[in-house]
């Protein structure tokens, strides 16, 4: 069953060559060539020759890796096209090294028929240049009440449900949710919140709230409605995925349902792996994203369970929003920050540099687990694989401003500010989707 769209672009020839090519599936890691041909991977191993009109690429000393998949972004499409539309979130995924996607159904109007999703997926085919696929709404307009049509959201292509944004608001409506999405054979991916205990929060509650005078938002927020939605999918052997995971008494919810074989996966956000709340003390909306930035402790847990896979995945949560809407007091701003283009380089300049993370586990975490969480073929730069690979200048030092960005918002913690490793090339379902090297 197709899960993605995109514009059909010339099939790939290219030959990528003495590039370090680090493939978590295989196993690979080591200088070789990579032979792409009509858009397929022909032959990875040392001194190949390229074919006749077969582009050559140097790629020494760079990264060739299985290109990434996104989980979790906005791509604002329908209704909010001054902020994203699938041409500029697409390019902003192949700016990133995504080849994969996948949009939460919170638009204009709300993502929650066959209909509205048959409209985005025919929008793809005209103007996405990496694949993307969609999420169906949970409930009728996200109002928390009467479930949409799951199965036929599931036939027309949807990869699950989420009402992503609010929190599915009665144990009721979990369970409900998790009973139909079993039948469409999709997961559920809750945005666990308890609105009671957020109402009105600006930032993580902790030391910085209570310094800066701002509304906190606790951990037990999130951690709470994990804690009930997992123990739901126990009950009723639901499919669920966690969205962006932020505090770590969650991460003890999670394993504690992994342990007893409930099939839960969840994911984690570059900016909650590396950033915590004392970055709010500027008060730039940048730093202002549901859930909150938290505490040291947190941020360590969260990157110690995406070493061990208790966190299956990286998300971005690619959230766009327009300068006037961001340009507010820190109190007025929309909750929210783009992360397709940064993703990579934010991570690998904080965890892999430093040691803290091994490389390999880190494309694992973007490409292949949440790959086969959407149910696609996992991305491997292998022969005989359909060419999904990105090829980075782990050494380039690069300047995020907004001409550097492929996307139409610039809502970034990273704005104006240099990160190491650059994505140079992504080839993209056979096709190039990004080239910074011609
Ligand atoms: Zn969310
Ligand atoms: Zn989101």
Excluded at 116 to 136: M, T, W
Excluded at 271 to 299: C, G, I, Q, S, Y
Excluded at 429 to 438: E, I, N, P, S
Aim: glycine fraction near 10%; hydrophobic fraction near 45%.
């Amino acid at each position: 069953m197709q899960r993605t769209w995109c514009r059909p672009l010339p099939a790939a020839d290219l030959l990528v060559q003495g590039g370090r090519v680090v493939d978590p599936g295989t196993g690979a890691d080591g200088v070789q060539d990579v032979l792409i041909t009509a858009g397929e991977i022909a032959k990875v191993g040392p001194g190949l020759v390229a074919p006749q009109r077969t582009r050559v690429v140097d790629a020494a000393g760079m990264l060739v890796l299985p290109g990434f998949v996104d989980l979790h972004a906005h791509f604002r499409a329908p209704g909010r096209e001054d902020e994203e539309d699938l041409g500029t979130a697409s390019a902003a995924a192949a700016a990133g090294g995504y080849v994969a996607a996948f949009g939460m159904p919170n638009t204009e109007p709300v993502t929650d028929s066959a209909g509205l999703l048959r409209g985005l997926i025919r929008q793809a085919e005209e103007d996405a240049v990496v694949p993307l696929g969609f999420y169906g709404a949970v409930t009728r307009g996200l109002g928390g009440d009467l479930l949409t049509e799951m199965g036929e959201l599931g036939e027309a292509g949807a990869v699950g449900f989420s009402d992503d944004g609010n929190a599915l608001p009665t144990a009721a409506i979990i369970r409900r949710a998790l009973q139909y999405a079993k039948v469409a054979d999709r997961l559920v991916a809750v945005h666990a919140e308890d609105p009671s205990l957020s109402l009105g929060g600006q930032m993580h509650e902790g030391a910085a709230s209570a310094r800066l005078g701002l509304t906190g938002i606790p951990s037990l927020c999130e951690s709470l409605d994990v804690f009930r939605t997992l123990d739901i999918a126990a009950y009723e052997d639901g499919r669920v995925h966690v969205c962006h995971v932020s505090a770590e008494q969650s991460l003890q919810a999670i394993a504690r349902a992994k342990e007893a074989g409930v099939r839960v996966t969840a994911e984690v956000t570059p900016h909650h792996l590396t950033l915590v709340d004392e970055r709010v003390a500027t008060f730039d909306p940048n730093f202002k994203m549901n859930p909150p930035l938290r505490a040291e402790r947190d941020r360590r847990a969260l990157v110690e369970a995406l070493k061990s896979g208790l966190v299956d995945c990286v998300a971005t949560d690619h959230a766009p929003h327009a300068p006037e809407a961001k340009d507010l007091p820190f109190e007025e701003a929309p909750f929210g920050v783009i992360g397709l283009e940064t993703a990579f380089s934010v991570l690998y300049g904080a965890l892999v540099v430093s040691g803290e993370v091994p490389l390999a586990t880190l494309i694992a975490r973007m490409s292949t687990t949440p790959a086969r969480i959407a149910g696609l073929e996992a991305p491997s730069v292998a022969a005989g694989a359909v060419a999904n690979v990105c090829v980075v200048d782990p050494l380039a030092v690069w300047t995020v401003a907004p001409d550097t960005l492929k996307s139409r918002s610039h809502n970034t913690p990273w704005l104006g500010q240099e990160l190491t490793a650059k994505v140079r090339l992504t080839v993209a379902a056979g096709r190039v989707a990004w080239d910074d090297l011609a």
